[in-house]
T-cell receptor, first 116, second 110 residues
Framework: DAMVIQNPRYQVTQFGKPVTLSCSQT?????MYWYQQKSSQAPKLLFHYYDKDFNNEADTPDNFQSRRPNTSFCFLDIRSPGLGDAAMYLC???????????????FGPGTRLTVL | DAKTTQPPSMDCAEGRAANLPCNHS???????VYWYRQIHSQGPQYIIH???NNETNEMASLIITEDRKSSTLILPHATLRDTAVYYC???????????FGTGTRLLVSP
């Protein structure tokens, strides 16, 4: 089945130690998104790629970066994780970015990041 | 900021219809109403969306008032697996991000 895959599902890192989360998709979608969801809060968009074009949200900290080497893969890099970065990180994809049915977002299961 | 208001929680008996309301009084003419849900420890899942007309698919029905200032998501025969947080989101055409509000936590009980 076509899907959005996130690895690992659980990641533990140390304060200040760089960490990379990965996302892959078999949907061949043009757009890939990264969301942060802290405990008991709603998901919040960090950034997205439309093909190779990177779009950062204005309030996304510089500590967060992303790479998309090809259509299928997208990575979230946290350069120096702080305790406040502990959260679920969700990857999503969509065909395009318009508001119609064909551009619904498909989410992966998420990676839960713990910072010690 | 989210443009929608939803009750924080609702209960529903298994097999009964679950009617989840959403207020979006500042919605503009080209903005869609989207519904997603998030089952515990999973990513959000698209349910349905609409612009003006009522919509139905295999998961749910969406009723949008004539003035478009509110809508109701209907799960016709709720099951225990429908227990989740349901998010109502207003989103325009072109690229506009999904801004999740606080959602409604629906608990379906036997």
């Amino acid at each position: 089945d076509a899907m959005v895959i996130q690895n690992p599902r659980y990641q533990v890192t140390q304060f200040g130690k760089p960490v990379t989360l990965s996302c892959s998709q078999t949907l061949n979608h043009n757009v890939m998104y990264w969301y942060q969801q802290k405990s008991s809060q709603a998901p919040k968009l960090l950034f997205h790629y439309y093909d190779k074009d990177f779009n950062n949200e204005a309030d996304t900290p510089d500590n967060f970066q992303s790479r998309r080497p090809n259509t299928s893969f997208c990575f979230l890099d946290i350069r120096s994780p702080g305790l406040g970065d502990a959260a679920m990180y969700l990857c999503a994809t969509s065909r395009g970015s318009g508001g119609d049915r064909y551009n619904e977002q498909f989410f992966g299961p998420g990676t839960r990041l713990t910072v010690l | 900021d989210a443009k929608t208001t939803q009750p924080p929680s609702m209960d529903c008996a298994e097999g009964r219809a679950a009617n989840l309301p959403c207020n979006h009084s500042t919605i503009s003419g080209n903005e869609y109403v989207y519904w997603y849900r998030q089952i515990h420890s999973q990513g959000p899942q698209y349910i349905i969306h609409g612009l003006k007309n009522n919509e139905t698919n295999e998961m749910a029905s969406l009723i949008i008032t004539e003035d478009r200032k509110s809508s109701t998501l209907i799960l016709p025969h709720a099951t225990l697996r429908d227990t989740a947080v349901y998010y109502c989101i207003v989103r325009g055409s072109g690229f506009q991000k999904l801004v999740f509000g606080t959602g409604t936590r629906l608990l379906v009980s036997p």
